[in-house]
């Protein structure tokens, strides 16, 4: 058997890979790919968890489905305000929008 | 110690899915970047499968990678003209970044590493999807989360027409 | 009470006269001339019964000299004056004689004025002089003797000047009050000289035997000269000015403007006759010292003036003029005869001299106002060869002639006071009281004497020129052609003055005079003689003529020689061939053949003493009230001026001061004020500001600091999202170690 904290170890491992990527990355929508990969970690953790923990019950599959919906959500709409930012300011670097500037 | 053939699929399955992620993130060609996501989705989805959930495997598969993906990737077509290459793909603050993701990283490990998660491993239910697919049209299940989720995604779906609409 | 007690009543009625005319009777002529003559009637009844109580009482008369009771008049600090009245002799025959010439006088001013529009003031004038005399004469002090002096000073200006309209008149009065005054500063001299010495200015005291001893031994001021010779020679100055004597003489001449009766007042009664007077009464003073400098000084201008003013007399064509000049010269007479000691003769040849020198002014006033008459009746009816009623001068002799046929009445009364002037013999007062005094210089003085005796035959010699040129002869002009006769108020007087000028004399004949002398005793001469006797027997002796025990012809034949020689003269040069009209003056043209015309020129015009007058007193004085009046506007006014400007230095000096100093003051403090304000306001504006805008800037500073957080990148945000979570993990998870 795989251990259980090797699930989460990598779990955390992508999503602090996300993290990275949210944090570093100039083009928005590689800033939404590292959000996908963090999304991605956490549906692994809740899959792990269901599996080592409770594999019985559907309730973590059903919140795996309600994740995945939501990334999906998500994805549409960024790139959907990335498409629409890249209309506007035609740019999508996220260093030049910056309208909030102080 | 004798690395069973789960752990070595899970060895691989988990290198690809961390290698293709590390790339995602430091690949300067947004386009490769979003290559390696789909091959890192793919990683995630042997991962499903090694954890007994195939019905998840194939949704990563269809939703991410059929849809996300492919959503990121006609992101990308049409912002691309906007990358140079000669642009290095990370800002200023990468270091720092790096060293956060790090640093959580190294918090997360240590939390779950020092925590006694008693885990069983019992044996998965054989119509395992059923009773997903059951559970969630249960009104005693989650239904209601389930139209929630759709009422959500109609939501998205209209908001990023609009959003994205060409004025 | 004695009935010399009357004599207060005397100057009562004139003055009362003179303020009744004045005050009620101003447009009234009639009752102007009644009141005037009415007051003037009573004080002559009332001097009448003094003067002949005087005589007959013993009071009043010999022995003593009457003195009424004393009426307390003057507050003088110490002592109060006292009035009172003083009958002696020399008053009483004073008081016989003024006021019935006085009253001539008045009687025929009704005629001579009649028709003038200030015919009232005249008789106010005329009233006002006669107080005066009056006044003068019956009080017992010098100082009332010198106020009714100056009483009659006045009115004799006033009368001088009476017709104003012509400048001469104006002139003339100022004239009269201005050289008489010179004298009367003498006088006042004398006044205050003696009252400082005596202590009393009554005559009572004054002529008292140890009074004069005393006066006579006090020397005046370390001088060898007494003091009783000082104040003689200083009253005698009073004289000199009012009876027009050598040197102040030239008012008498030109006062002849005045209206005739007023001249007759003036010169025969009242002023003049009062400077006489003056040597009368104070003659005591006047021999109080032997042989002193007074008999010779006040003997010489006597002299002196004699002779000048007849030598004048006979020059003068102005029938007034040679009358005035006819004055001077008696007048001078009578001072020759006082100043060397003849006090009776003096005395006497003052009072018929009043007689028969008013009897010739009120005469040649007939006569000229017969001319006026007679010009105008011929201008009216006649082609004139004068030109003009400018040109027609009633008093000019040289248009006179052959008057006796037509105003014989003028002729008769003017021949007697002519000869009465000049002493015909024995059928005029002239002759006896000029007679008299010939005889004491005759004895006192010889030089006196000669003199005198010369000067009688120039006064006959022009007295006769005068009588030939106005009446005998024919009418030199038509005025004259038609003169007519006068009018009874003015005749009726004429007659009466005539009358004593020619049997007043009679009253003096002296006892030793042959033939006559002795029939009527010389009443006169003991009666006046009297008073001086009386009072100073044994000392005066020398000096008072005594009667001689034999009678001296000389002065008598050489004084007949003179005088009639004069008049015979006159009418061998003016009265055989009378002057026909248009010929020269006779002597004028027989001076002038022998070279002599520069002294007829000369004595026609008076000596020039006038000029000489004019071009050193009266331009001294204008000289000198020019110094003053520069002084005063240099000095005195540079002064005040001086005392302005420093005031207005002062008040400047001042004005800098509170300018500078206290305005200086006051701006340091409002400097201050400023100052304090400046400061509060920059610690307002630097600390309070600065605070505040410190607390601002430094929000500012804080928000310029914290604001780099808003990058406005999301990442950023995003970053310290996670910092912070690790931060709280690992604070948390350092806390759970830690309490573990």
């Known amino acids: 058997m795989v251990p259980l904290e090797w699930y989460l170890v990598l779990a955390a491992a992508l999503f602090c890979t996300g993290v990275y990527g949210v944090l570093s990355r100039r083009s928005a929508v590689a800033v939404l790919m590292g959000v996908e990969l963090m999304l991605n970690a956490v549906i692994i953790n809740l899959v792990a968890f269901w599996r080592y923990l409770e594999p019985g019950a559907a309730t973590g599959q059903a919140f795996a489905l309600f994740v995945y919906a939501v990334a999906a959500a998500e994805a549409a709409v960024g790139l959907a305000l990335i498409i629409a930012v890249w209309r506007t300011r035609d740019t999508v670097i996220l260093e030049d929008i910056d309208l909030l500037k102080g | ?167 | 009470m004695s009935i010399l007690n009357l004599a207060w009543l005397i100057p009562l009625f004139p003055f009362t006269a003179f303020v009744a005319i004045s005050m009620f009777a101003y447009r009234n002529h009639k009752l102007s001339h009644q009141l005037a003559i009415g007051g003037m009637a009573i004080a002559f009844v009332l001097s009448q019964i003094v003067f002949w109580a005087a005589v007959l009482l013993p009071v009043g008369g010999r022995e003593h000299a009457f003195e009424s009771t004393l009426v307390p008049w003057l507050p003088t600090g110490l002592e109060v004056f006292s009035l009172g009245v003083y009958i002696d002799p020399a008053t009483a025959v004073m008081l016989f004689m003024v006021p019935l010439v006085c009253l001539m006088i008045f009687i025929y001013s009704v005629g001579y004025m009649h028709g003038d529009p200030r015919y009232s003031r005249f008789f106010a004038y005329m009233s006002l002089c006669a107080t005066g005399m009056l006044g003068m004469i019956v009080f017992n002090n010098l100082l009332a003797f010198f106020i009714f002096w100056e009483i009659m000073g006045t009115s004799a200006y006033l009368l001088i000047g009476f017709w104003y309209e012509e400048k001469s008149a104006v002139q003339a009065g100022l004239k009269a009050f201005l050289v008489t005054k010179v004298g009367n500063l003498f006088l006042m001299l004398g006044l205050v000289l003696l009252y400082s010495e005596v202590g009393s200015l009554a005559y009572r005291d004054i002529f008292d035997l140890e009074t004069l001893e005393h006066l006579a031994h006090t020397p005046f001021l370390g001088t060898q000269w007494s003091m009783a010779t000082v104040i003689a020679l200083l009253l005698f100055g009073g004289t000199i000015g009012k009876s027009a004597q050598f040197p102040l003489h030239v008012w008498l001449p030109d006062a002849m403007v005045a209206p005739t009766p007023a001249s007759a007042l003036i010169h025969a009664a009242t002023v003049d006759s009062a400077g006489i007077f003056l040597m009368v009464r104070a003659f005591p003073l006047f021999v109080a010292v032997e042989g002193g400098p007074q008999v010779a000084i006040v003997a010489a201008i006597g002299a002196f003036t004699v002779v000048l003013s007849s030598i004048i007399a006979i020059a003068q064509n102005d029938i007034k003029r040679v009358v005035a000049f006819s004055t001077i010269s008696q007048l001078g007479y009578m001072v020759a005869a006082l100043g060397i000691g003849a006090y009776v003769a003096g005395a006497f040849h003052l009072i018929t001299h009043a007689f028969f020198k008013a009897l010739l002014f009120l005469s040649l006033g007939s006569v000229t106002h017969s001319m006026e008459h007679g010009y105008r009746h011929a201008h009216a009816h006649y082609e004139l060869e004068e030109d003009g009623i400018e040109g027609f001068d009633s008093h000019d002799m040289m248009s006179m002639g052959g008057l006796v046929r037509r105003t014989p009445h003028n002729f008769w009364t003017f021949l007697i006071g002519g000869l009465t002037l000049s002493g015909f013999p024995l059928i005029t007062a002239g002759f006896w009281s000029k007679h008299e005094i010939l005889e004491q210089a005759y004895e006192l003085s010889l030089a006196v004497f000669w003199v005198l005796a010369v000067a009688a035959g120039l006064t006959a010699f022009y007295i006769m020129r005068q009588i030939c040129l106005t009446f005998f002869g024919h009418p030199r002009t038509k005025a004259a052609e038609h003169a007519p006769k006068g009018e009874p108020s003015m005749t009726v007087p004429l007659t009466i003055l005539a009358v004593f000028a020619v049997s007043l004399g009679w009253v003096g004949i002296p006892e030793r005079f042959p033939v006559i002398g002795g029939l009527i005793p010389n009443w006169f001469h003991h009666f006046v003689g009297s008073t001086i006797e009386a009072g100073r027997a044994a000392k005066v002796a020398g000096h008072i003529a005594e009667p001689r025990h034999g009678f001296v012809w000389q002065p008598l034949a050489i004084g007949l020689i003179f005088k009639l020689g004069g008049l015979g003269l006159g009418w061998l040069v003016y009265g055989r061939k009378p002057m026909q009209a248009g010929e020269t003056d006779r002597v004028e043209a027989a001076m002038r053949r022998v070279r002599l015309g520069w002294l007829y020129e000369a004595m026609r015009d008076r000596f020039y003493f006038d000029e000489l007058y004019q071009a050193t007193f009266v331009r001294g004085s204008i000289l000198l009230a020019d110094l003053f009046h520069l002084f005063d506007y240099k000095a005195v006014d540079g002064l005040v001026n001086l005392a302005g400007r420093a005031g207005r230095g002062i008040s400047k000096v001042s004005g800098v001061l509170d300018l500078r100093v206290v305005d200086g003051l006051v701006n340091l403090a409002g400097l201050g004020m400023r100052a304090l304000s400046d400061l509060s306001g920059v610690v307002d504006l630097k600390v309070v500001d600065g605070i505040v805008d410190g607390v601002g800037d430094t929000v500012r500073a804080g928000g310029r600091f914290i604001r780099p957080i808003q990058t406005g990148r999301a990442q950023n945000y995003l970053l310290l999202a996670f910092l912070m979570v690790l931060a709280l993990v690992v604070m948390f998870f350092t806390i759970l170690l830690l309490t573990t």
């Not at chain 2, 970047?33 to 990563?60: H, I, R, T």
């Not at chain 2, 990358?83 to 060293?99: E, F, I, K, T, Y």
């Not at chain 2, 299940?141 to 998205?156: N, T």
Request: hydrophobic share 60%; with cysteine.
């Open chain 2, 1 to 167: 110690m004798q690395i069973t053939l789960q752990q070595t699929l899970f060895i691989v399955f988990g290198a690809i899915t961390l290698g293709a992620a590390l790339l995602v993130v430091t690949r300067r060609n947004v386009f490769h970047a979003a290559l390696f996501l789909m091959l890192s989705f793919f990683g995630v989805a042997g991962l499903y499968v090694l954890l007994e959930a195939p019905f998840l495997a194939a949704v990563q598969l269809i939703v991410y990678i059929g849809g996300i993906a492919i959503l990121i990737v006609f992101a990308i077509m049409v912002t691309r003209d906007m990358m140079n290459p000669d642009v290095p793909g990370a800002n200023r603050q990468w270091w720092a970044a790096a060293l956060v993701s790090v640093a959580l990283c190294g918090v997360l490990g240590w939390v779950v590493l020092n925590h006694d998660w008693r885990a069983t491993a019992g044996p998965v239910p054989e119509h395992s999807i059923a009773i997903l697919g059951a559970t969630l049209v249960d009104p005693e299940g989650f239904v209601l989360p389930f139209e929630v989720a759709s009422v959500l995604m109609l939501v998205a779906f209209i908001g990023a027409v609009t959003i994205a609409r060409e004025r």
